[in-house]
């Protein structure tokens, strides 16, 4: 069972994960730690555009489900990040949502 975490505890690597907004606990944003921007003001980056929020902004954070049996990806397929294809990098390029 997936539980929610405190933020001091959240992932400072470079991984995507869950998080709920400080000021709208209804919310929850798909985010990431910039590790490569040491002393940014607005570490947390979020997937869907190229905002950033603070490291205050989220109060909990969880991983990604797993995924169902079944759709794990072959040997020498593509893997899937959480907004689509994903090529293994971790590099800060948001999926364009135009294709």
Avoid: K, L, N
């Amino acid at each position: 069972m997936r539980t929610w975490r405190a933020m001091d505890r959240a992932p400072q690597d470079g991984r995507w994960i869950i998080a709920i907004h400080r000021d709208d606990p209804d919310r929850r944003a798909v985010i990431r730690w910039d590790p490569e921007a040491a002393g940014d003001p607005r570490p947390w980056h979020v997937a869907s555009c190229q905002h950033s929020y603070p490291a205050d902004a989220f109060t909990d954070w969880m991983d990604f489900p797993d995924c169902p049996p079944g759709t794990e990806a072959r040997p020498g397929e593509r893997e899937r990040g959480p907004m689509g294809d994903h090529d293994g990098d971790r590099s800060d390029r948001v999926p364009d949502p135009a294709g």
